[in-house]
């Protein structure tokens, strides 16, 4: 059975144990798997990112797949591929020369202390330090965008966690990037700022 890794563009170098096959102007990065084989293991999944994250330094241009695309046959996967050529091909042209960087912002020392204060005062100290915290982080967030070619927020953030998002960059600027997401650090010591990438960019593949 063939495992579909991503589709690459400018294809230099293949990571160890993964196959191209060329279909139409992409290169499908793949991998032979025993038929049979369920292949969803935790080390499977493992596998699959590292394969992945090795095209980010060896392509132009990466799409991942999801896991667990498997196809009978290098014949299968042609007729797969064939019949989304288009978008499949459109949408590795928006990643050419792309990364994924991922911005997660924590609060850390704004917690509002009750001493002192009655229920209606800490409750009121309590909304305004999350105004602060939501201002600052839109603050960042638009600063980022003007980097980024798309931007992938998670709207589901809990606990100290403020802002997770994925951003869609292009590698000339990814130094400029870090810079804005320093400055940021430096300008909000009671956030805990954490970037990290480049990544291949999982969270704009869609159904790739």
């Not at 797949?65 to 996967?77: K, N, Q, S, V, W």
């Not at 042609?78 to 050419?96: C, G, K, Q, T």
């Not at 810079?179 to 009671?190: F, I, L, N």
Request: charge should be negative; aromatic fraction near 6%; include cysteine.
């Amino acid at each position: 059975m063939i495992h579909l890794y991503a589709f690459a563009c400018g294809l230099r170098e293949l990571p160890p144990d993964a196959e191209c096959v060329q279909i139409g102007g992409m290169s499908a990065v793949v991998g032979r798997i025993a038929d049979g084989d369920r292949c969803d293991s935790h080390d499977d999944v493992v596998r699959h990112g590292l394969v992945v994250e090795a095209l980010v330094e060896r392509a132009d241009g990466v799409l991942p797949a999801r896991f667990g695309e498997r196809f009978t046959d290098i014949e299968a996967l042609e007729r797969a591929v064939s019949a989304r050529s288009v978008e499949l091909e459109r949408r590795l042209r928006d990643m050419r020369g792309c990364v994924e960087l991922a911005v997660r912002v924590g609060r850390t020392s704004r917690d509002v202390q009750r001493d002192g204060l009655d229920g209606a005062s800490y409750l009121r100290a309590r909304y305004r330090a999350a105004a602060e915290d939501a201002a600052a982080v839109s603050e960042l967030h638009a600063a980022l965008q003007l980097r980024a070619r798309a931007t992938a927020v998670s709207e589901q953030v809990a606990g100290s966690l403020l802002h997770d998002a994925g951003y869609l960059v292009g590698r000339h600027e990814i130094d400029e990037f870090a810079r804005d997401v320093d400055a940021y650090a430096s300008r909000h010591p009671e956030h805990t700022v954490v970037c990290t990438g480049p990544w291949a960019p999982s969270s704009f593949a869609g159904a790739a």
